[in-house]
């Protein structure tokens, strides 16, 4: 029986940035969502599960996944990604900042921009990914919060 998942996911250490307590607790959460339940099938694999390395080498972002009798890498260009990426992050921003003393219909308005764009990005990303590995919407997603994490500056 075949077993198409990630088991495992790691961010590369040497090119994720500093994070704060906020940020570093969103990254573990997003593993944890992601390793608990994710359908991950790249294209050639006959059964996983999946072991997935995510890393930033020049501009491009690379999966690196591995499984039993299984090894493949994908460099994809940062490009299509970065406006919402940059996007994704301001509006984060301003988001942590309206929860320290917004009115509840303002945080409430914040939040609907920024899931917006979460899934706008996860989508994107998706995309990114046809041909390559099959993921559903909430696989998406929680890949494009660790995308965030590791594009973050600072």
Do not use: W
Request: net charge negative; charged share 30%.
């Amino acid at each position: 029986m075949s077993d198409h998942r990630l088991a495992s996911v790691d961010l590369d250490e040497a090119t994720l940035p500093s994070a704060t307590a906020e940020i570093d607790h969103e990254r573990r959460v997003a593993i944890f969502d992601l390793i608990e339940k994710n359908v991950f099938r790249p294209d050639g694999a006959e059964a996983g599960p999946y072991g997935l390395k995510l890393s930033l080498q020049d501009n491009r972002l690379v999966f690196d996944i591995t499984a039993v009798e299984f090894s493949r890498t994908y460099a994809l260009s940062l490009t299509p990604l970065k406006s919402v990426l940059k996007d994704y992050l301001m509006i984060c921003d301003s988001y942590y900042e309206a929860l320290r003393g917004s009115s509840a219909s303002q945080i409430e308005a914040v939040d609907m921009g920024r899931r917006g764009l979460h899934n706008e990005g996860a989508e994107l990303l998706k995309a990114r990914l046809d041909g390559k590995v099959e993921i559903d919407h909430e696989t998406a997603r929680r890949l494009f919060t660790l995308v965030c994490a590791l594009y973050r500056r600072g």
